[in-house]
């Protein structure tokens, strides 16, 4: 068993000892702390901190759940020149990420052709396992949108600057090579762009329930009458075969032998191979970048059919599974390192080069999408983050239950039942899909944010409660 102790309220300490080269530090209520014994989080979090170069702490956010080599939830700097680079750190869903669209439409309006837009929404935006997009793009399309991200999707009519300038990293990671994605990763890529997948990505249309911030509320655009849209997907099967690839290469070059964990795997962050894994892993980024903005084209279409003076206007959209190359300040001194972000919201409060000037003044937009038939909230970034977290909070829930362990528990068929109760309308590709990610299958993430705004990582802005649901 990891000894854990709390050296305050909602945060708590994994104390250095053996191998470890810093402490583990894990955010959470007394609550959320008791599903995190559950599983292998604290030991993810402790094997973490043994990896080179890590600075700080090895840190796990409020939703953390176990996952592959780092816990869901886990965030890690690692030094530029001794630090390593982990797909363990990043995820197989490379770039999953969230974005939020305000709109002009009245709840009301919505509501009367909900069942009828729902319908045309399935019919426009391909969802599912092993699905394909409505577009077919060839290798050297897939180049340009690996490299260039959202300006691709500019030059092609999918996107505007607006929506470019609310993407973090401006919806461009400048790292990208294309020489460094595999042959099997560009077939995978190539029929799949501008498609939801399965699993936990969906696409809701919400209504506001509560204002806890009006002024920053009013400042993302928020209006209280009109109806909201959060949108939910990384990479798909392109991030999944990179991720695959680079861990199979790390582990030829480099073996597990010396390290905690197997899947664990990583390169020194300088190295060749690192650097090779750095560029894919940018391409991939770029590439849900431009997943989901092709997919908010098709939205703004799809509601175009309905609402023609209809305006779809993006908030921010947010990267879950990440590696990227950060300034923060360490120990009094200002340092560029390698921040993993896995299941985890970079939280930057005002002031940051990294935010777009619309929002610079307030902080980042964070959004953090509850499970089904559950609230999803928008949050504020803080300076707090970026002393005690890396400017990092959570990203969702967190799973307490497993899709087998799902499925032996629940009939999708009831949980619909229980939807329309609570006046949610969904549409999913199944009554599995639904069974595995009913709000059963997840933490209270009333909890979870809670605990962000309390320790001042992610301050509460906005609650938000579907109307209808989409799911592959």
Not at 95 to 121: A, H, M, P, Y
Not at 225 to 234: A, R, S, V
Not at 348 to 363: A, L, S, T
Request: charged share 30%; aromatic share 8%; glycine share 10%.
């Amino acid at each position: 068993m990891t000894e854990i102790k709390k050296i305050k309220e909602n945060v708590w300490e994994i104390l250095k000892e053996g191998n470890m080269l810093v402490p583990g530090r894990i955010f959470a209520s007394d609550k959320l702390m008791e599903n995190i014994k559950n599983d292998k989080t604290l030991e993810q979090v402790k094997n973490v901190s043994c990896l080179s170069g890590i600075k700080s702490h090895s840190f796990a956010m409020p939703d953390s759940h176990q996952g592959y080599g780092f816990s869901i939830g886990g965030v890690a700097a690692f030094d530029l020149n001794k630090g390593i680079i982990s797909p363990g750190g990043v995820g197989y869903d490379i770039n999953c990420g969230v974005r939020v669209l305000t709109s002009n439409i009245k709840i009301d309006d919505f509501l009367k052709k909900r069942t009828e837009i729902l319908e045309r929404l399935y019919i426009n935006i391909p969802s599912g396992v092993g699905k394909g997009a409505k577009i077919r793009i060839d290798k050297k399309e897939l180049r340009e949108i690996c490299e260039n991200g959202v300006d691709w999707c500019i030059e092609n009519g999918y996107a505007t600057e607006e929506d470019k300038e609310r993407t973090e990293e401006y919806g461009h990671m400048k790292g990208a090579d294309f020489n460094s994605v595999s042959d099997r990763a560009t077939k995978r890529g190539m029929p799949q762009l501008g498609s939801l997948g399965a699993g936990n990505h969906f696409l809701e249309v919400q209504k506001v329930e509560e204002i806890f911030d009006e002024k920053i509320a009013e400042s993302f655009g928020v209006d209280k009458d009109n109806i909201l849209i959060m949108l939910h997907c990384g990479s798909r099967g392109f991030g999944h075969q990179i991720a695959s690839d680079y861990i199979q290469s790390m582990e030829e070059k480099y073996g597990f032998e010396n390290l905690p964990d197997r899947e664990l795997i990583c390169a020194p962050f300088k190295s060749e191979l690192g650097q090779n894994y750095y560029k894919a892993m940018c391409c991939a980024v770029n590439y849900a970048f431009c997943n989901r903005q092709m997919i908010t084209h098709w939205i703004r279409e799809t509601f175009k059919e309905f609402f023609p003076d209809s305006e779809l206007r993006m908030i921010y959209d947010v990267a879950h599974n990440i590696a990227k190359i950060e300034e923060h300040k360490i120990n009094n001194k200002t340092e560029e390192v390698c921040i993993h972000r896995k299941g985890a919201t970079r939280s930057f409060g005002p002031g940051r080069k990294e935010i777009p000037d619309v929002y610079r003044k307030i902080g980042q937009p964070v959004l953090i999408p509850g499970s089904m038939g559950t609230f999803s909230y928008i949050l504020v970034g803080t300076s707090k983050a970026e002393e005690i977290s890396f400017g990092s909070t959570a990203h969702g829930a967190g799973r307490v239950m497993s899709r087998h362990g799902a499925l032996r528990e629940f009939k999708g068929e009831e949980i619909k039942k229980q939807l329309e109760k609570q006046d949610i309308k969904i549409k999913a590709g199944g009554w599995k899909s639904i069974a595995e990610e009913a709000p059963g299958v997840y933490k209270d993430i009333n909890e979870v944010v809670k605990v962000s705004h309390e320790l001042g990582i992610g301050n509460l802005v906005v609650k938000l409660k579907p109307l209808a649901v989409m799911k592959g």
